[in-house]
């Protein structure tokens, strides 16, 4: 088998020997250093595993342009991940899908990309994240009064707030290619009527019924990547389709502010998650809709859950950057004590009924100023690499061949 397939990749290489050029042809050149075709359709490919938000092709760009400056600093500075530490990494990453190194790998080479992409996208920014630690971080020191301001208890701090509408079009595997092509072309539109009238007629959502419009949301409600997706929009843009779990969400921009606030950026967010099996047949909605008469809280879950096999309520306490993004979505606009009942997983065969519990500055009982502290460092360093990036880009010689 192995000589089999041996014969076949050196026919069809021999058969196609321009495809094979073009495929490893310089698309964009940076300084020295090159980017490939093939390199931006396995970062598309992985973006899209990762379920990116965004216009993936012009995102996986940047971030290859962004890749070539950074390993250019890297290499100036003398750095280099060692295998241990690349392994470790690679091994952290695969965790926070609930994985084995291994079982991330397989799903990543079923989606068509190669473990070595996925390794040297995992050795730059490890590599680039170290960097940016040791040279910035006497810097990015916090002190006793910063974390007070934080948590609000200084005052004069403020918040950006986001009024936006929503759709979420249901996407299950039979019905995914029409989704995709109906959410394309909802985001064309800039009137706000027009996405209304569309949100009353494919939406999933509860705000169906007001044409998907939200009211004033902290952007902090939103999955970090997503926010400045968000905020990049002009009033009345939308964004490109989102891909997430069974489905594809838009969001149309209505409108940015700025106001006063003592409420700093959840460290946790508590949820419940109760499966019901149907998905979003009429059985399966009539069942969520029962249950939703039945609570106020997620404590009244555990009632509606007695007798039941104990994975089919799922209570969570998680920083928002492990909380699945779809989940994140629809987490973004409820208050506690609110449901929702519009995503599914098994292909679509089980409705998740979920109620949000609540937003905590801490992750633990009290208030916990070491996980505030660690927040705002992180903030700091994420602006001096920013700023370097900006700086290193700016001096650089980017063409495309």
Same mark, same amino acid.
Request: charged fraction near 20%; charge should be negative; hydrophobic fraction near 45%.
């Given at each position: 088998?192995?000589?089999?397939?041996?014969?076949?990749?050196?026919?069809?290489?021999?058969?196609?020997?321009?495809?094979?050029?073009?495929?490893?042809?310089?698309?964009?050149?940076?300084?020295?250093?090159?980017?490939?075709?093939? +390199?931006?359709?396995?970062?598309?490919?992985?973006?899209?595993?990762?379920?990116?938000?965004?216009?993936?092709?012009?995102?996986?760009?940047?971030?290859?342009?962004?890749?070539?400056?950074?390993?250019?600093?890297?290499?100036?500075?003398?750095?280099?991940?060692?295998? @241990?530490?690349?392994? @470790?990494?690679?091994?952290?990453?695969?965790?926070?899908?609930?994985?084995?190194?291994?079982?991330?790998?397989?799903?990543?080479?079923?989606?068509?990309?190669?473990?070595?992409?996925?390794?040297?996208?995992?050795?730059?920014?490890?590599?680039?994240?170290?960097?940016?630690?040791?040279?910035?971080?006497?810097?990015?020191?916090?002190?006793?009064?910063?974390?007070?301001?934080?948590?609000?208890?200084?005052?004069?701090?403020?918040?950006? +707030?986001?009024?936006?509408? @929503?759709?979420?079009?249901?996407?299950?595997?039979?019905?995914?290619?029409?989704?995709?092509?109906?959410?394309?072309?909802?985001?064309?539109?800039?009137?706000?009527?027009?996405? @209304?009238?569309?949100?009353?007629?494919?939406?999933?959502?509860?705000?169906?019924?007001?044409?998907?419009?939200?009211?004033?949301?902290?952007?902090?409600?939103?999955?970090?990547?997503?926010?400045?997706?968000?905020?990049?929009?002009?009033?009345?843009?939308?964004?490109?389709?989102?891909?997430?779990?069974?489905?594809?969400?838009?969001?149309?921009?209505?409108?940015?502010? +700025?106001?006063?606030?003592?409420?700093?950026?959840?460290?946790?967010?508590?949820?419940?998650?109760?499966?019901?099996?149907?998905?979003?047949?009429?059985?399966?909605?009539?069942?969520?809709?029962?249950?939703?008469?039945?609570?106020?809280?997620?404590?009244?879950?555990?009632?509606?859950?007695?007798?039941?096999?104990?994975?089919?309520?799922?209570?969570?306490?998680?920083?928002?950057?492990?909380?699945?993004?779809?989940?994140?979505?629809?987490?973004?606009?409820?208050?506690?004590?609110?449901?929702?009942?519009?995503?599914?997983?098994?292909?679509?065969?089980?409705?998740?009924?979920?109620?949000?519990?609540?937003?905590?500055?801490?992750?633990?009982?009290?208030?916990?100023?070491?996980?505030?502290?660690?927040?705002?460092?992180?903030?700091?360093?994420?602006?001096?690499?920013?700023?370097?990036?900006?700086?290193?880009?700016?001096?650089?010689?980017?063409?495309?061949?």
């Amino acid at each position: 088998m192995r000589v089999l397939i041996s014969a076949i990749a050196t026919t069809l290489a021999l058969m196609t020997p321009t495809y094979a050029t073009a495929q490893f042809a310089p698309v964009i050149t940076v300084n020295d250093s090159v980017v490939s075709e093939f +390199e931006i359709d396995q970062r598309i490919i992985m973006l899209r595993t990762f379920r990116t938000p965004g216009n993936l092709e012009d995102l996986a760009r940047e971030q290859l342009i962004e890749d070539r400056l950074k390993l250019e600093a890297l290499n100036n500075a003398g750095l280099r991940i060692t295998d @241990e530490g690349l392994l @470790e990494a690679m091994e952290e990453f695969a965790a926070r899908a609930n994985l084995s190194l291994d079982q991330f790998i397989t799903v990543l080479a079923q989606s068509g990309v190669s473990e070595e992409t996925f390794r040297d996208f995992v050795r730059v920014n490890v590599s680039w994240r170290d960097f940016i630690r040791s040279r910035f971080s006497d810097r990015a020191q916090v002190s006793e009064a910063d974390i007070d301001q934080a948590l609000g208890q200084s005052g004069g701090s403020s918040r950006i +707030e986001v009024l936006l509408s @929503e759709i979420i079009i249901p996407a299950p595997p039979p019905r995914a290619q029409a989704a995709i092509a109906t959410a394309t072309r909802i985001a064309q539109l800039t009137s706000t009527s027009a996405f @209304e009238a569309e949100a009353r007629r494919v939406s999933a959502l509860p705000s169906r019924t007001r044409g998907g419009r939200l009211d004033w949301l902290p952007i902090t409600n939103y999955p970090a990547g997503l926010r400045g997706l968000l905020l990049d929009l002009s009033p009345g843009e939308v964004t490109a389709p989102i891909p997430i779990t069974n489905g594809v969400a838009l969001f149309q921009m209505r409108g940015v502010r +700025e106001v006063p606030s003592a409420a700093p950026e959840p460290a946790a967010i508590e949820y419940a998650a109760f499966y019901i099996a149907g998905g979003l047949s009429e059985a399966g909605l009539r069942e969520a809709a029962r249950v939703d008469a039945r609570v106020d809280t997620c404590d009244d879950l555990y009632g509606v859950a007695r007798g039941l096999p104990e994975d089919q309520l799922q209570r969570d306490v998680l920083p928002p950057a492990e909380i699945p993004a779809d989940v994140a979505l629809v987490l973004a606009s409820l208050d506690a004590g609110e449901t929702n009942y519009t995503l599914t997983r098994a292909n679509g065969e089980t409705l998740v009924f979920l109620m949000m519990c609540g937003r905590s500055p801490t992750l633990g009982e009290g208030v916990d100023r070491e996980t505030i502290r660690s927040q705002l460092v992180s903030q700091r360093l994420t602006t001096y690499a920013d700023a370097l990036l900006a700086d290193l880009r700016a001096a650089a010689t980017i063409s495309y061949p």
